[in-house]
């Protein structure tokens, strides 16, 4: 059975990652043509410095990688993110969501949120209460 997860939303990275962290890392948008589950958000400032003006890349963000769309299909997202906060959890803190919807090739979909919580990525699902038959409100 093919499963496929629409996602949104974004993680924020605290403090951000700096440019020797992230450089080779195959979540830099100047590499989208390997089409990863996550990507991250690049913060980019001029400094001035002695030998004149330098830009400072920082990684301050984690979002769902999707080009030109709101959204995007991922199959791995729960372990791509699980590789992130293992590689980058000791040092930095990601706080934030991702809104998900998984569909089968049957058509059945469960909602669901991935967060970050001490370095592990955990999977919240709603849950729906209905009222008391006896006492509606």
């Known amino acids: 059975m093919t499963y496929f997860t ?3 939303g974004k993680f924020r990275i605290e403090p951000p990652l700096t ?8 979540y830099r948008p100047e590499r ?6 996550v990507q991250l958000v690049i913060d980019t400032v001029e400094v001035d410095g002695e030998h004149g003006v330098m830009l400072l890349h920082r990684a301050v963000a984690v979002r769902p990688f999707a080009p030109g769309m709101p959204f995007a299909y991922h199959t791995g997202l729960y372990e791509t993110l699980g590789k ?3 590689e980058y959890g ?8 991702f809104e998900c919807r998984t569909t089968d090739d049957r058509g059945f979909e469960d909602w669901y ?10 999977r ?3 849950t729906v209460t209905w009222p ?4 509606p409100s």
Do not use: C, M, Y
């Open 6 to 8: 629409q996602a949104s």
């Open 19 to 26: 440019w020797p962290e992230f450089k080779d890392s195959p």
């Open 32 to 37: 989208e043509s390997s089409e990863p589950d």
């Open 84 to 86: 992130l906060a293992a």
């Open 90 to 97: 000791e040092k930095h803190r990601f706080t934030g969501f």
């Open 113 to 122: 949120r991935l967060s970050i919580r001490d370095g592990e990525v955990v």
């Open 124 to 126: 919240t699902t709603p």
């Open 132 to 135: 008391d038959e006896e006492n």
